[in-house]
């Protein structure tokens, strides 16, 4: 599982999942591991948790992945629309 991550930007805080190295086998001789940095292309490429082939792949073989979703926290907002009401039948 990733862990949810917040930095501030220019706009406010920034939100991403941290994916660590995944391979014990794969060490770096720096002291953190290579990072890559993933940033989505706008309200139809925002990131999610879910299963990622592409993550998946780097995090196996060494690196760390950011996956960086600006603009909204990882975790659902409240809403601030009332809840509709049922007008019955």
Same mark, same amino acid.
């Given at each position: 599982?990733?862990?949810?991550? =917040?930095? !501030?930007? &220019?706009? $406010?805080?920034?939100?991403?999942?941290?994916? !660590? &190295? /995944?391979?014990? =086998?794969?060490?770096?001789? =720096?002291? /953190? !591991?290579?990072?890559?940095?993933?940033?989505?292309?706008? %309200? @139809? $490429? /925002?990131?999610?948790? $879910?299963?990622? %082939?592409?993550?998946?792949?780097? @995090?196996?073989? $060494?690196?760390?992945?950011?996956?960086?979703?600006?603009?909204?926290? &990882?975790? +659902?907002? %409240?809403?601030?629309? %009332? =809840? !509709? @009401?049922? +007008?019955? &039948?």
């Amino acid at each position: 599982m990733p862990q949810v991550v =917040e930095f !501030p930007c &220019p706009l $406010g805080t920034a939100y991403g999942y941290y994916y !660590p &190295p /995944a391979n014990a =086998e794969c060490v770096s001789s =720096e002291s /953190a !591991p290579p990072l890559l940095v993933k940033a989505h292309g706008g %309200p @139809t $490429g /925002a990131t999610s948790n $879910g299963f990622n %082939p592409s993550i998946q792949y780097f @995090t196996s073989r $060494g690196f760390a992945v950011l996956d960086v979703d600006y603009g909204r926290s &990882p975790a +659902p907002l %409240p809403s601030s629309e %009332p =809840e !509709p @009401t049922n +007008p019955g &039948p």
